[in-house]
DNA sequence: CAACAATGCTGTCAATGACAACAATGGTGG
DNA sequence: CCACCATTGTTGTCATTGACAGCATTGTTG
């Protein structure tokens, strides 16, 4: 009978995955169940334990996955060593923008404050190059003399945290996407050049 | 008896959202749950139902409560007529920091994304209450020719977004408190001053 | 003082996460 | 080729939880 499921899936941890990011992106993360996502799936209630230890594990494992590919993104976006010191922070922060705006249900998970310990090292160094392709960009326009000089890190966080707190807002509704990306690069001006009077 | 308990509480409503609080900052949101509440409070599982409706009830009634205080704690640091724009942007950025430091997880649940529609309106109202301080100072500012003019609003966003990055960036443990605070005023003044050499 | 609304209680239900014990699969060394 | 064994699914079970229904108690108001 070939219609029916082979005893081994093949690759399930993959498909959970897939499968719970579709509800993430649908549905929010408390609609997520195990054991729907199972369901789903076609698999039995207990199966997604031999892949996730822990539903906190599966969230962790989702919140890598995304910051794989945001970094991916950002990575691809600063890399554009022709281009002008604002012309590169503003396509950094369309980027980054632009994935809130996909995907604020998982930049949710991935800004969350719990992890397990296991995971929490791999999202930390996920985070840290997520601030690495700011602070490339920071250190690069210091080198050419486009930016203020200092601490390279502390600069970043200056930038970063701006962007951070558009997408924070973005993802928790307090700010409408359209308005956050139709006025970015007046921001990144005003970062450049500061509130002062001019 | 006098020793037991009387039938009506008396304040029931505030005396769990007291306890919610309570467990919210030791054990994280994960932690609560509707029954352990009523038991701690020594009421039955049923009791807290009477004043929310649901379990997000309560946390937006705690999200709300969040933004009560922390409004309160940014007027007070905003209204400082006699200094200048840094000096009291740098005001307004150590209370909204010092909140963000002292409640992580409150301010993760005012950030959240799922509310209820019913408070989701109150809480809107909270979240311009908390814009509106940042806003009536960048106006006042303005005024006074401190600094560029334009939309205040968009101005305000630059300003506000800066600084709950910060904030998301340590509540989602992703910063360290004191490294954040200690960089403060270092921060605001590249705000001001932008990013580009001088 | 007699409705009556507000508030609390007990009982119950389905869903869930976690775990244990068991079964099928597939690879590997003898 | 096959016996072992790690991997991966399965079934069964449990305590916890959120939600609801129905009842009990209290205090208020006409």
């Known amino acids: ?27 929010g993360v408390g609609a997520l169940s195990l054991r ?12 997604p334990g031999r892949h996730f230890k822990d539903k906190q594990a599966l969230l962790d494992a989702l919140a890598l996955d995304g910051y794989e590919r945001m970094n991916q993104a950002l990575a691809a ?34 800004f969350a404050r719990k992890h397990h310990p296991d995971s929490s090292a791999q999202l930390a160094a996920a985070v840290d190059q997520s601030f690495g392709s700011f602070t490339a960009l ?13 601490d390279p890190e502390h600069i970043t966080l200056v930038a970063a ?5 558009l997408a924070a807002l973005i993802a928790s509704c307090a700010l409408e996407a ?13 970062l450049l050049h500061g509130l002062r009077p001019r």
Do not use: C, N, W
Not at 6 to 20: E, F, I, N, T, V
Not at 36 to 47: C, I, K
Not at 161 to 165: D, Q
Not at 181 to 190: F, T
């Open 138 to 150: 920071i250190a690069d326009a210091q080198e050419r003399g486009e930016i203020v000089q200092g």
């Open 1 to 27: 009978m070939p219609t029916s499921r082979p005893y081994h899936h093949g690759d399930l941890r993959a498909a959970l995955l897939r499968s719970a990011e579709r509800t993430l992106r649908e549905k």
């Open 36 to 47: 729907e996502l199972a369901r789903e799936t076609g698999v039995s209630h207990a199966a």
């Open 77 to 110: 976006a600063g890399d554009r060593p022709g281009l002008s010191f604002e012309e590169r922070m503003t396509a950094l922060a369309r980027a980054y923008l632009g994935f809130a705006v996909e995907h604020p249900e998982l930049l949710e998970l991935m």
């Open 161 to 165: 945290a701006s962007l951070h707190g």
């Open 178 to 190: 359209d308005e956050a990306l139709a006025g970015l690069d007046e921001h990144v001006r005003l």
